[in-house]
């Protein structure tokens, strides 16, 4: 029987490029983000609704996110793996400056929308003894100065470790995913120096496909250093 996976943030950048390789694997897909046509195209492409859902959901809205929970259960039987992806940016400015409103969404996206994920889905992941996968960031391991995006990050980091704490003894694995500067519709200038969506994915892949005895807590990813 195939493994199903749970997909937030799934309609671009690093969401998108590990629905591509989870699918690859033989994984059935929920494709969960707001934007519904981006994520229907990427159903096509994925082999449509027998392969792929695409489910639209804010992920600040519990209900969305129990109802894509359900769907995915009701049409796959099963959830086996979950990944908590979707995320924002701030605004420059630092703490002294920066846009507030977008830090009420960006807090309420990064924060609060990955705890209400884990919550809408835990239920069906102690079932499967599945796989919990947090996007977090090498912004939450290292201190940026004025930088609430990086704060948002340092509280996945936490959200990740008190999870695998609080589910010690289910079976169910937990797996921070911190990249480095990643090439994603996240910027809206192209970075200099960066990794690729798909640099991510592939970090996915290997943390989902170690037996289950092996639990793989952390992944830091970076772009080597340029060569001088």
């Keep these: 029987m195939s493994k199903v996976m749970l997909i937030t943030g799934a309609s671009t950048g ?8 989870a ?7 929920a494709l969960a983000a707001r934007s519904i046509d981006k994520l229907k195209a990427l159903q096509d492409e994925l082999g449509g609704p027998d392969q792929a859902l695409s489910l639209e959901c804010d992920v600040q809205d519990f209900d969305q996110q129990k109802s894509v929970v359900k769907q995915t259960v009701d049409q796959f039987g099963r959830l086996d793996a979950v990944f908590a992806n979707a995320g924002r940016g701030g605004s420059p400015g630092g703490f002294s400056g920066a846009d507030h409103e977008a830090w009420r969404d960006m807090i309420l996206t990064n924060i609060y929308g990955v705890g209400l994920t884990l ?3 835990l239920p069906a992941l102690r079932e499967s003894k599945g796989h919990v996968l947090l996007t977090g960031s090498a912004a939450g391991r290292a201190t940026i100065p004025g930088s609430m ?3 948002t990050k340092w509280a996945v980091s936490a959200i990740g470790y008190g999870l695998r704490e609080e589910l010690r003894g289910s079976g169910i694995r937990v797996t921070l995913i911190e990249p480095g500067m990643v090439d994603t519709p996240f910027f809206d200038e192209k970075p ?5 969506d798909d640099d991510i994915a592939r970090a996915v892949i290997y943390a989902l496909s170690q037996p289950s005895h092996v639990d793989v807590n952390e992944i830091l990813v970076r772009p080597t250093p340029k060569v001088e």
């Design 119 to 121: 919550q809408a889905a």
């Design 23 to 29: 699918a690859k694997e033989g994984y059935k897909l």
């Design 149 to 151: 995006y990086s704060a």
């Design 192 to 196: 200099e120096h960066a990794l690729v």
């Design 14 to 21: 690093i969401g998108a490029a590990t629905a591509r390789a």
